[in-house]
């Protein structure tokens, strides 16, 4: 299950236990998230919050990612 998020890139490395995985488009990630699932728990790092540093639009624009894969 994915465990931990970041944003990377312009795009969202997801994380299950040691592995990553990453994607830049709802469709993908959403894709992964019913592969993988999400854990109760999952955590994120301070890069979500401040996206435009991690090749993003705007700060809120991957957590807008993350929502429209959560929605897909």
């Known amino acids: 299950m994915i465990?931990?998020?970041s944003a990377?890139?312009?795009g969202i490395e997801l994380h299950v236990g040691?592995?990553?995985y990453w994607a830049s488009?709802?469709?993908d990630l959403s894709a992964f998230i019913a592969e993988l699932g999400v854990a109760n728990?999952?955590?994120h790092s301070?890069?979500?919050?401040?996206?435009?540093?991690?090749?993003?639009?705007?700060d809120d624009a991957a957590w807008k990612l993350?929502?429209?894969a959560i929605n897909a």
Do not use: V
């Open 3 to 5: 465990d931990f998020i």
């Open 8 to 10: 990377l890139a312009g």
């Open 18 to 20: 040691e592995r990553q």
């Open 25 to 27: 488009n709802a469709k």
């Open 41 to 43: 728990s999952c955590m």
């Open 46 to 58: 301070s890069t979500m919050d401040f996206a435009s540093e991690e090749g993003f639009a705007s």
């Open 66 to 68: 993350w929502e429209a």
